[in-house]
């Protein structure tokens, strides 16, 4: 059983405070998307990457892809104005019609132990995305004013990747599309179909590189994980 992952590579480093691609800067003297393409290049279930980027990256991007030895990305596309039109792009170029997940292009930290989970899920069931529990207190608020304590238990904070069967995710992008209506994610827009979407418990440390202190907390990971390796 193997996969095609979706990567959306059009994004912009405004939150990261950086005058470029957040995922162009480095720890470990490494980018962050080549980072996170090399868990994909060295997981044996996936077959194939495709990317969506902006059309002034593309070269840069596929310079980078050669000089690292990334040899699963099949095809690269240009991407939308908002992440969801960028998944969508990919998904029309996908070579797969089975598995696919979408994954954010800066969260390098994904175990191949969650995306596998993932990946099985989303074959029995159609659609399976990643999440942690939230470990806070949460309180909903209005105009700045305690409304009431929201039981945590049944709270989870949302990650990727976010897996589902080839079909599901395209009915679910078309129609969206169609209307004209932006989610917050591709689970969004599959619930809107009226479909079971299922979690599979991930790792705190699958975080989304957003700020210069991600940067530091990167090394940090990096660090951790491969003192495990040893």
Same mark, same amino acid.
């Given at each position: 059983?193997?996969?095609?992952?979706?990567?959306?590579?059009?994004?912009?480093?405004?939150?990261?405070?950086?005058?470029?691609?957040?995922?162009?800067?480095?720890?470990?003297?490494?980018?962050?998307?080549?980072?996170?393409?090399?868990?994909?290049?060295?997981?044996?279930?996936?077959?194939?990457?495709?990317?969506?980027?902006?059309?002034?990256?593309?070269?840069?991007?596929?310079?980078?892809?050669?000089?690292?030895?990334?040899? !699963?990305?099949?095809? %690269?596309?240009?991407?939308?104005?908002?992440? *969801?039109? =960028?998944?969508? #792009?990919?998904?029309? +170029?996908?070579?797969?019609?089975?598995?696919?997940?979408?994954?954010?292009?800066?969260?390098?930290?994904? !175990?191949?132990?969650? %995306?596998?989970?993932?990946?099985?899920?989303? *074959?029995? =069931?159609?659609? #399976?995305?990643?999440? +942690?529990?939230?470990?806070?207190?949460?309180?909903?608020?209005?105009?700045?004013?305690?409304?009431?304590?929201?039981?945590?238990?049944?709270?989870?904070?949302?990650?990727?990747? *976010?897996?589902?069967?080839?079909?599901?995710?395209?009915?679910?992008?078309?129609?969206?599309?169609?209307?004209?209506?932006?989610?917050?994610?591709?689970?969004?827009?599959?619930?809107?179909?009226?479909?079971?979407?299922?979690?599979?418990?991930?790792?705190?440390?699958?975080?989304?590189?957003?700020?210069?202190?991600?940067?530091?907390?990167?090394?940090?990971?990096?660090?951790?994980?491969?003192?495990?390796?040893?």
């Amino acid at each position: 059983m193997g996969y095609t992952v979706l990567l959306p590579a059009a994004g912009s480093g405004k939150r990261m405070g950086a005058d470029r691609n957040k995922l162009f800067l480095e720890f470990n003297n490494v980018s962050i998307l080549i980072h996170t393409l090399r868990v994909f290049e060295y997981d044996q279930m996936c077959k194939h990457i495709v990317l969506a980027v902006k059309k002034e990256e593309q070269e840069f991007i596929e310079q980078l892809i050669f000089e690292y030895g990334i040899t !699963k990305v099949v095809a %690269i596309t240009e991407g939308g104005t908002e992440r *969801q039109h =960028s998944v969508y #792009a990919c998904l029309k +170029v996908s070579p797969s019609k089975g598995i696919v997940l979408v994954h954010d292009a800066a969260r390098p930290f994904i !175990k191949q132990s969650v %995306i596998h989970q993932l990946v099985e899920k989303a *074959q029995q =069931s159609g659609a #399976a995305i990643a999440a +942690v529990r939230a470990k806070d207190t949460m309180k909903k608020v209005d105009n700045g004013i305690i409304q009431e304590t929201v039981d945590r238990e049944s709270l989870w904070i949302i990650q990727t990747p *976010q897996a589902f069967q080839y079909d599901v995710l395209e009915e679910a992008e078309r129609l969206a599309d169609e209307e004209s209506f932006v989610g917050t994610d591709e689970s969004m827009l599959v619930e809107r179909l009226g479909k079971c979407v299922h979690i599979v418990e991930s790792t705190y440390d699958n975080v989304k590189m957003t700020t210069q202190e991600d940067l530091l907390l990167g090394e940090v990971i990096l660090k951790n994980r491969e003192r495990e390796e040893l």
